[in-house]
């Protein structure tokens, strides 16, 4: 697939979105001033699309405010930390602390050995054959669902209910479609140096406190990008909402717009158009101009409702989950190693800092072990109320947790009744993407097709792995590909971009690269 040739007209491009992907296209847009003119249409006042922050009561609580909505995330998410650090807002180093289950027989950590993690040692073993036989067998097997592949390797029913659907959940557990995922993305998350979050640990299956990094306050780094990109000349269309699609063809995208607060509408003409909307959002506004390829492809992609409970009932989440050390949870040691992380996790003194305060929880259903509600302790995640809060003793402040109950329609199962509602902070409804295998059957492999047809592109995370950094790099290959350059900050970086862009856009980007050079691209 090549890239339009630029004909030395500006093209004014409407970006749908300012979410992640739709500011990161803008930014590589913005570059380009005298080839682009950029408008982009956010139904709310704020960009930023789910990655929120929710103001504090810090006498309360330790700090001031707290992220929603986007905790952190791992080492390769270099795009997301290099516009981080672009606006003075850096992320944190955290050792990932996790507390997964309840119970002897259904707890187990990564901070120190289990009786679970004992019980299904020949198992976690055996997982790591599993993984390469998926990576050998890609992507014939990978398309396979993890909870027949787990079958068919004959793990135990309860290895695959209390440690894999938990640690797969910890990232994509959106929908509550964790038994779905194909296994050539869990094996992907284990083994690609640009996907995976972790490694994989033969003795543990989740390595001992592994790096991540937490985000800082969302919202200001937001705000600063915003800035920042209306003064390159981009236009900020907020609290406008995309009606409808009245027309498309190679030359221009005609839209109606709607003002949220005047009720007005009108209509305008783009040059090119990116969608930075989820799918099903996208084929509504799309409409009747939708072609049947994009109906197959962005009909792929399915999305559920999960709500989100930030509250302060220590109570509600001392019962569902293990929050603190207990020698009955604790395995015998086996070595020096295990019997260091004893001795990190309970150590003698409350004062010290060390010690077991896991950060991401889950709880599974008795009814159906395969669906789960997950958890964080965002007072020991969020790296604020760590600096806010030194474990230097007892805290006089109340801890702020975040429950997640995934997919609506499995309401009846949920615990959210139990959290007491006068301590509730806030409730957040998400409309997330479910990673089903059918997913990567349909959306992913040919989202190539449906790029650069009637002056129309796609971003945002769904086309891929719902993650932050994918939608920052959807973003800025949909630019891409439509004439912008891509700036090199990073080799890991460049070589996630060039496998997504091949992947998404079908364009080789070495081959792209040499080309661009040849015709004096970068000169304007």
Sequence with gaps: MEMPQFTGKRQHVAIIGGGAAGMACAASLAKHPNKFKVTLIEKEYVVGGQATSI??????????????????????????????????????EVQLQVSFGKGKDGF?????????????????KRFGTFLKVIKWSLPVLGIVPISVMLRVFLFKKDFGDKMVYPLIALFLGTGNQTASVPSGIVERLFNDPNMKLWDYDSETLLPNLPTMYTFDKLHDFYVAWREDLTSKGVTFALETEVQETLSRSKNNVVLRLGDTRSKQNREESFDKVVFCTLADETLRILGKTATWREKFVLGGASFYDDITVTHTDSSYF?????????????????????????????????????????????????????LIEMSFNCSNYQHQFRQSNPPTGESTTKPVYQTIFLNKKQRKLWTVDKIDESQIIKKNWWHQLG???????????????????????????????????????????AAYHMGADYTQFDDFATDFFSKYLLLSHGMIFSRQEKKRRKEGHGSE
């Design 55 to 92: 103001p504090l009561d810090a006498q309360q609580h330790g700090a001031s405010w707290m992220n929603n909505g986007v905790q952190g995330g791992s080492a390769i998410f270099k795009h997301t930390f290099n516009f981080f650090r672009q606006y003075d807002h850096p992320p944190q």
């Design 108 to 124: 187990w950590t990564n901070c120190f050995p289990s009786c679970l993690v004992k019980q299904f040692s020949s198992d976690i």
């Design 318 to 370: 001392n019962e569902h989950y293990e929050t603190h050390f207990k020698s009955e949870l604790c395995a015998e040691p086996t070595s020096d190693a295990q019997r260091k992380q004893i001795a990190f996790s309970n150590p003698p003194s409350s004062s010290s800092d060390v010690g077991f305060r896991p950060m991401y929880y889950t709880y599974t259903y008795d009814s159906n072990p395969k």
């Design 435 to 477: 990673h089903r295998w059918i997913h990567y059957l349909r959306v992913v492999p040919n989202m190539m097709w449906i790029q650069d047809r009637n002056s129309t592109y796609f971003a945002g995370s769904w086309t891929l792995v719902n993650m932050h950094e994918v939608a920052c790099v959807s973003g800025i290959a």
